[in-house]
């Protein structure tokens, strides 16, 4: 059995890249000729993962850019996809659940059962009963919430409780209590680069994905330096917009390619 974090390890390896590409689509942005198809996201996510699979490290599905428009169909299309041609990349559906356990166990259900994802985002936020539903299942990955990148993220995650910020009372619980599987990760935001050294510090070796760099203008070097793991690898930079939206002409999948060869040239590498 090849665990997630087996999967992730082999694509940092392979591909020599820390970057994953979010596949967040927006019907009203594809490019004029896929617009009228009844597949149209999924003719676009293909092309998007054509161009790029050699120099990634994950793709990132955003669960709500489907489940809007009613295309989940595509959505497992998609998935489906990379794991038919390119199973060496992990793909993480970034849905972030958060319930109750015996709801829980049916989110768990539909991300690792229906989707078939290697991975799936989940809010710590209802405590370790609420996250062991997705733990359980020993080779896939769960990506809990830590630090945000959002503006909004320091309401709640840097309240400070007994001396330190709430991000990091959840990334010891993380690594501390609920890791039992050793298959836990964590999101932390690459807009402050020092969060991401103190996470760091506090998880050792377990991954993390880093949104932020390019749209919300988190620094590439910056975040390399400080949230690497003791390997050179541990991380997973999440970029969505940038590289998929790079070009809105037929090109949008040869300039795709040439953000995340920019990203990599940048420093995202092991």
């Known amino acids: 059995m090849t665990t997630f974090i087996q999967k992730l390890q082999s694509a940092w390896a392979k591909s020599r890249s820390l970057v994953c590409v979010g596949l967040d689509p927006e019907k009203k942005r594809l490019p004029e000729r896929l617009f009228n198809r009844p597949d149209a996201i999924f003719?676009?996510?293909?092309?998007?993962?054509?161009?790029?699979?050699?120099?990634?490290?994950a793709y990132k599905p955003q669960f709500a850019h489907y489940a809007a428009i009613a295309a989940?169909?595509?959505?497992?299309?998609?998935?489906?996809?990379?794991?038919?041609?390119y199973p060496h990349v992990p793909v993480i559906l970034d849905a972030k659940r958060g319930d109750v356990g015996s709801t829980a166990e049916f989110y768990a259900v539909e991300a690792f059962e229906r989707y078939r994802a290697d991975a799936v985002t989940v809010n710590p936020y209802l405590g370790g009963d609420s996250i062991a539903p997705f733990t359980k299942y020993a080779d896939k990955g769960v990506i809990l919430l830590c630090r945000t990148s959002n503006p909004g993220g320091a309401d709640l995650q840097e309240q400070m409780i007994d001396g330190e910020p709430l991000y990091l009372r959840v990334a010891k619980l993380a690594a501390n209590q609920w890791n039992g599987n050793n298959n836990i990760s964590l999101v932390v935001g690459a807009t402050v680069p020092q969060v991401i050294a103190d996470v760091r510090r506090v998880v050792g070796d377990m991954p993390l994905l880093v949104p932020g760099v390019g749209a919300q203008g988190g620094d590439m070097r910056a975040t390399v330096a400080v949230g690497r793991d003791s390997l050179g690898t541990g991380l997973i930079i999440n970029a969505s917009r940038s590289v998929i939206y790079a070009s809105g002409g037929d090109d949008f999948a040869h300039a795709a390619r040439g953000v995340v060869e920019q990203m990599i040239e940048d420093g995202a590498m092991p």
């Not at 293909?46 to 699979?53: E, F, G, M, P, V």
């Not at 998609?78 to 038919?84: F, G, Q, V």
Request: charge should be negative; glycine fraction near 0%.
């Open 43 to 57: 003719a676009f996510n293909k092309a998007i993962i054509d161009a790029t699979h050699d120099i990634v490290c």
């Open 72 to 85: 989940e169909d595509q959505l497992a299309a998609t998935i489906d996809y990379i794991h038919d041609r």
